[in-house]
């Protein structure tokens, strides 16, 4: 099992930056990447970016790309989320994902407001 801590998150205006990190533990030796999904009512869970754990590799969803960033600190199993120019679109409830061995794990989830 493992165990992910959101924090971040919260109001801003459409145009300013937020954080996101989330972190891992427990079983996180096989970590194989880690990232980002979110979610608005009544909709699916969309992907938004994620980062492979050991090559470090991202990838984005184009709806974000050039403005979020997604990093990590491999020796505390921490992820990091920096997003700006953010858009009243963004708004969601924001999940840290993991992925160890094909198996997926969730956090609680962060709300992120952009307000116009």
């Known amino acids: 099992q493992v165990q992910l801590v959101e924090s971040g998150g919260g109001l801003v205006k459409a145009g300013g930056s937020l954080s996101l990190s989330c972190g891992a533990s427990?079983?996180?030796?096989?970590?194989?990447?880690m990232g980002w999904f979110r979610q608005v009512p009544g909709a699916e869970r969309e992907f938004v970016a994620t980062?492979?754990?050991?090559?470090?590799?991202?990838y984005y969803a184009d709806s974000v790309e050039g403005r979020f960033t997604i990093s990590k600190i491999n020796a505390n199993y921490t992820m990091y989320l920096q997003m700006s120019d953010l858009k009243v679109e963004d708004t969601a409830v924001y999940f840290c994902?993991?992925?160890?061995?094909?198996?997926?794990?969730w956090g609680q989830g962060t709300q992120v407001t952009v307000s116009s």
């Open positions: 994902n993991v992925d160890i061995s094909g198996y997926q794990f």
């Open positions: 427990g079983h996180t030796a096989k970590i194989a990447a």
């Open positions: 980062v492979t754990w050991y090559t470090g590799y991202t």
